[in-house]
């Protein structure tokens, strides 16, 4: 598949580019990650946007396939056998909460599910895609509680629209304001959910079912 040949319609409304966007590092070579109380989600937002506010930039991103230090704040990334849920399937949009999510390529709602706990992904649409006759999901978590009531199960979205916002915390899951952006192949038996993070024994399955959602986005500072 050539993803170079699909007009993707911008995710936060516009490009991310190098004038507005900037890469975030959350794996563990960032040694800053050290002194924050991750745990404090308070303290870890300052830290998440004074980085932001630092270089003037609406964007931070970042993610996919990473190594993540920051999953010791919450018991949901321990797993029943002795590992670590740590590396990230997904790409990290961060920015003001309220902004604006588009709807990246035609779809539909597959689904729309509040997934509260902390450290989870809180309110999370699912859509359903046709890509050149090959079935293509795209999850968005970490969203506002009101985006639960914007759509309805099997309800078409076209490419353009709005279709959710980034989420505050604590209702996001509680985390810094983010959005989520994942794409997956197939969900087996998943509904309303899929995993975000995978172990690194895991690692080849999810690579393999979870494509560089920079795909999609064509950020230039993820390239």
């Known amino acids: 598949m050539n993803w170079n040949e699909i007009d993707f319609y911008p995710i936060m409304g516009e490009s991310l580019n190098s004038k507005n966007t900037m890469k975030l590092d959350f794996s563990p070579a960032n040694k800053e ?92 649409i699912i859509l359903k895609h046709s890509l050149n006759g090959k079935t293509l999901y795209s999850l968005y978590g970490h969203l506002t509680k009101t985006d639960l009531q914007l759509f309805e199960k099997g309800q078409e979205v076209k490419a353009g629209t709005v279709l959710c916002h980034v989420g505050p915390f604590p209702e996001n899951g509680d985390w810094p304001p983010h959005l989520h952006f994942q794409l997956m192949w197939e969900l087996g038996e998943k509904f309303g959910d899929y995993p975000g993070v995978c172990a690194k024994r895991e690692l080849d399955y999810y690579s393999e079912n979870c494509p560089n959602p920079n795909l999609v986005l064509n950020c230039e500072v993820l390239d």
Do not use: C, M
């Open 33 to 124: 990650l050290e002194n924050v109380d991750l745990g404090n989600t308070a303290v870890f937002n300052e830290f998440v946007f004074d980085q932001l506010k630092g270089s003037s930039k609406t964007y931070g991103v970042g993610g996919y396939l990473e190594h993540r230090a920051i999953y010791r704040r919450s018991e949901r990334f321990e797993t029943s056998d002795a590992d670590f849920r740590n590396i990230h399937l997904g790409v990290d949009i961060w920015t003001t909460a309220g902004a604006a999510v588009y709807a990246p390529l035609d779809g539909k709602i597959f689904s729309i599910q509040d997934n509260e706990g902390f450290g989870d992904y809180g309110p999370t």
